[in-house]
Nanobody, 114 residues
Framework: QVQFVESGGGLVQAGGSLRLSCAAS????????MGWYRQTPGKQREVVAT???????TYAGPVKGRFTISRDNAKNTVLLQMNSLKPEDTAVYYC????????WGRGTQVTVSS
């Protein structure tokens, strides 16, 4: 059974940076278009960024220009570099395919203090 493992979250001051990493068993990441998602209490999970198998990327408006999604197919990982963090970026961050058809992992908490 495929399982995503997200890591790299933490507490950072506004304006700081974090780099999130997502790993999975098997070749699911290298075989599929992937996305990073985030969720805050009481709100639906929302897409943050996506990356196709060929490396084409899309970003949600609030993070465009600040976040960068990338993938390392050899290592079967997908990364999210987050710069110029804002308090409103505080959330639990998850990765999944763009179809969200794999069981969700536990996510990684990102907290941005003002």
């Amino acid at each position: 059974q495929v399982q995503f493992v997200e890591s790299g979250g933490g507490l950072v001051q506004a304006g700081g940076s974090l780099r999130l990493s997502c790993a999975a068993s098997g070749s699911i990441i290298s075989d599929r278009a992937m996305g990073w998602y985030r969720q805050t209490p009481g709100k639906q999970r929302e897409v943050v960024a996506t990356i196709s198998r060929r490396g084409a990327t899309t970003y949600a408006g609030p993070v465009k220009g600040r976040f960068t999604i990338s993938r390392d197919n050899a290592k079967n990982t997908v990364l999210l570099q987050m710069n110029s963090l804002k308090p409103e970026d505080t959330a639990v961050y998850y990765c999944n395919t763009v179809f969200r058809d794999i069981d969700w992992g536990r996510g990684t908490q990102v907290t941005v203090s003002s």
